[in-house]
Every structure is written in C-alpha cells, then in structure tokens.
C-alpha cells in the first residue's frame, strides 16, 4: 500500500516536472517564432512602403504623361479652330469688299436710270406733241376725205366691213371648196375601196318576210276540224296562242295572222304538229301549245348560239344570244333582222381590219346594233335606247353599248366602232331588194325631200332620182354664183340630215348653167 502510493507520488512529481521542462521549452520556441513573426512582419511593411513609394511613382508619372498629352490635343484643336477662325475673317472680308464693288456698281446703275428715264420723260412729252400734232392732222385729212366721198367716216367704216366681209366670205366658200375637193380626191377613193372590198368579200340573202304565215292541209276537211264544233277548238288555239286563225276560201291552206313573230311561229309549229297527231280538241291544243313554247325558247337559243358562232363572237350573255335568237323572226321592212345583223357585222370587220381597228370588237358592236328591236315590242322607247339599256344591265362592252345607241345618230359617238357600225348599217339597208317599203311612205319621202330643197332661195327647181338616193338642184344663175352653189350644197345635205329619216345616204347634187340662145334667120 505504501509503495503503491510512493509509486504515485513520484510519477506525479515527474509529470510536474515534465510538465514544467516541456513549458520552459514551448515557451523559448514561441518566443523564438514571435521574434521570427516580428522580423516578418516588418520585412514585409518595409517592402509593402517601398512598392506603394513605386507605385506612387508610377502613377504620378501617368498622370503627368497623360496631362502632357490633353494639353498637347487642346493647343492642336485650339490651332484649328484659330486656323478656322481666320479662314472665315479672311472669306468675310473678301464678301465685304465684293459688296461694297457691287454696291458701287448699284449706285452708278441707278445713276444711270435716273438719267435715262429724264431722257424718256423728255422724248415721251415730244411724242405725245407729236401724236397730237398727227390727230390734228388726221382729222383734217378725214374731213377733207368725207367731203370729196360725201360719206362719214362711220358710213365708210360700214361700207368697208360689209365689202370684207363679203370678199372673206367668197375666199372662205373658195378655201372649203378646195380643201373639200382635196379631201374628196384622197379620203373618198380609200373609203369607196374599204367599202366596196367590203362589201364584194361579204355577201349574204335577205329574208323577206310579213305578218302572216300560211300553213298548208292534207284536205279541205281539215279546216273543219280546226274549227271545232261551234268554233271551240280555233278560239281555243286563239287564245292559247295570241294569233288570229283565219279560215278562207283558200285551197287546202290557213292563214295564221299576228304581229309578235314568235307567237306566230310557236301557232304555225302546233298547227303543223296538231294536223299530223289528227287529235284536235282544247285540252290537246293546250298541251302543244306549251310544248312547242318550250322547243321554241330551245330553238331561239341555238340560233343565237348559231348566229354568234357564224360571226366569231364568243362571251356573250345568255340573255343576249336568246335575243339574237329572237331576232330571226323578226323584220324590219321586210329584211330578216337576224341576217342583217350578220351582215352588218362581218362588213364591221372586214372595214375595222382594213383600218386596223379590233375587228372583234367591231363584229361584236355589229352583231348586237339591232338587238333592241327583239324587245321594242314590249318596251317603250327606240331601239337603239331599249338596246343600250339592256346591254348595259348585262355589263357589255362600253364601245358596244355605244355603237349600239349612237348608230342612228341619236347621241354622240365616241369612237371609230359606231361610226363603222353606222357605214355598215347603211350599206346593209341600202342593198338593191334589201328591205321594201310602202308605196305612200316612199312618195311622201320623195316629195319632202323636193319640198326641202325647194325651201332655199334661189332654187329653179329639184328632182329626187334613183328612188330618193339623190337629189339634183337645179339654180338661177343670176342669183347664185359657182361658190355660193358649193355652199348651198352643204345646207341642203345638213337639212337632209336633221328633218328627215332615210335608209343609206342620199347624194345632193346643186346643177348650175346659163345658156345663150339665138336663131338664124
């Protein structure tokens, strides 16, 4: 137990003492690293103030270059702009000395003026002396010259306009005259070959036709059987129809009577379709009647159809071509519509192609100039406004619509095309057998046409020939002279233009002759 303890205390008294060596020994080696730490650290802090002296330097000496260089680029900049400064004193005081030579130069220039305009002051005074010195004398020589004429001058004044007047009037009938005969002798003779090339390359038949059409019977017995018993079954045609049935004494024939052409052909096809079904009573007749009605809208089609393939027209409105088709049964002194319309058309072409136009367009202006007569039946107003309207409803070509009013001269025309229409329009009508027309109508044309002429002073007498194609005019010699007889010529044939309606043209020809006769004794 002793020893135990005695083992103890001296392992505590070495550890104490140990303990003691170990913290006399950490103590000199700290002291040692302090002291090592110190030498550092003031090592360091004296190379940290010899880099921040550098540094310092250094920027100094940045700063100064950099200065240095500013103040170099100001006193460069400064140098131009005082370069620039005296560039611009030197050009002001070149303007200056250029404007003080120009206002010199003003000064003598008004100068100048000044002294010009007292020298025109002074002539303007000795010329108006001297235009009065002149109208002094002027008068003078007025009134010696109106007493030796015994007239005024007013008179004399008078007298001379009527006398230039007169004398311009004759050179102005002579300068018309031969302007006239020049543009005769050039454009006259190209016309006529446009025109007769025309019309020999185009040649088609008339169609006359009436207001009745005939339809023929197997047998006499036949009209009784269209009558009916007590006459039902023709006024039940009638009136399914619209057409008059007349039952003559006409062998083996009916006529059937109307002024609508296409009721008068939808009569004649159920007539015909009736007499070879043999079954002839109302309910019968009722039943042809609207189918024939419906094969005619057919057929009215494919002859406009027909008429516009002819021609070489394509794009027309469907309503169109059915007028067109309409146009077939219908007359116009007792010329097929459709088939003038035709002719019309080609010799639009023909003339466009020779005049280098659009001979389409003209063919189609041509084709479509009568297609208001298809519905002028049931419409009021002409022709050509009736046509025109519709034409323009269905948005049609303007030149057309205008072909179409214009060609009868009843508004302006605005192109060649209605004019070609026109020329073709006569050319058509004015065909020997062409159209008819009635005898009264043909007279009355022919003696209003002599009354129209005989109207102008100094006409001995006038004829109208060559069934009212021309007309001569015959004149007193004494009265009218050759160029008044020109002009007369020009009135006449304007007169003819405005009183009166004409197919074609109508030559006016003023015959002037004196004669000198003797017998021998």
């Given at each position: ?423 073709a329009d006569a050319i058509s009508g004015a065909r020997p057998g062409a159209r008819r027309e009635p005898l009264e109508a043909y007279i009355k044309r022919l003696e209003k046409l002599e009354e129209l002429a005989d109207s102008f002073k100094g006409v001995s007498k006038a004829f109208a020939i060559q069934a009212g194609r021309e007309v001569r005019v015959i004149v007193e010699c004494e009265t009218v002279d050759d160029l008044e007889a020109n002009i007369m010529a020009g009135d006449i044939a304007k007169r003819i233009e405005q009183e ?22």
């Open positions: 137990m002793n020893g135990n303890a005695l083992f103890i205390l001296i392992g505590i008294i070495a550890a104490l003492v140990g303990f003691g060596l170990a913290w006399v020994v950490l103590r000199r080696i700290g002291d040692k690293k302090i002291a090592g730490a110190e030498e550092t650290a003031a090592r360091i802090v004296t190379e940290a103030e010899k880099d921040a002296t550098m540094k310092k330097k250094e920027a100094l000496l940045e700063a100064k270059e950099e200065w240095y260089q500013v103040k170099q680029n100001f006193e460069r900049e400064l140098q131009n702009k005082r370069n620039e400064i005296q560039k611009i004193e030197k050009k002001l005081s070149e303007k200056e000395i250029g404007l003080e030579k120009r206002a010199d130069f003003v000064e003598k220039k008004e100068k100048d003026i000044q002294g010009r305009e007292r020298t025109l002051g002074g002539r303007e005074k000795g010329i108006a002396l001297r235009e009065q010195e002149l109208d002094k004398i002027l008068k003078l020589q007025n009134e010696k010259l109106e007493k030796i004429a015994q007239m005024t001058a007013e008179q004399a004044k008078s007298e001379l306009k009527e006398n230039l007047l007169s004398e311009a009037k004759r050179e102005a009938a002579a300068l018309v005259k031969e302007i006239k005969d020049s543009a005769e002798r050039n454009a006259e003779k190209e016309a006529k070959e446009i025109i007769l090339a025309a019309i020999y390359r185009c040649a088609a038949d008339h169609v006359v036709e009436s207001t009745v059409s005939v339809v023929n019977l197997p047998n006499e017995e036949m009209k009784g059987r269209i009558i009916g018993r007590e006459g039902r079954n023709i006024r039940s045609f009638e009136t399914a129809t619209g057409i008059d049935v007349i039952v003559d004494d006409t062998p083996e024939a009916v006529i059937l009577s109307g002024y609508d052409p296409i009721r008068r052909e939808v009569a004649k096809m159920s007539l015909e379709k009736l007499i070879k079904d043999g079954r002839i009573h109302p309910t019968r007749i009722e039943e042809i009647v609207e189918k024939t009605q419906k094969e005619m809208d057919m057929i009215v089609r494919e002859i406009g159809e027909q008429a516009c393939f002819d021609v070489g027209i394509q794009g027309l409105h469907v309503e169109t071509i059915k007028l067109l088709g309409k146009l077939n049964y219908r007359t116009s002194y007792g010329q097929n519509v459709l088939q003038h319309s035709k002719e019309v058309a080609f010799l639009c072409g023909i003339m466009a192609a020779e005049l280098g136009l659009d001979p389409n367009l003209a063919k189609r202006a041509g084709l479509l100039h009568d297609v208001g007569k298809a519905i002028d039946r049931e419409t009021e107003g002409t022709h050509t406004e009736i046509g025109a309207s519709f034409l323009q409803r269905l948005q049609e070509h303007p030149v057309v619509i205008n072909a179409v009013a214009s060609h009868h001269g009843d508004v302006p025309q605005e192109s060649p095309y209605p004019v070609l229409v026109q020329a009166m309606e004409y197919p074609g043209q109508i030559k006016v020809t003023v015959i002037r002759e004196s004669r000198a006769t003797e017998f021998a004794k």
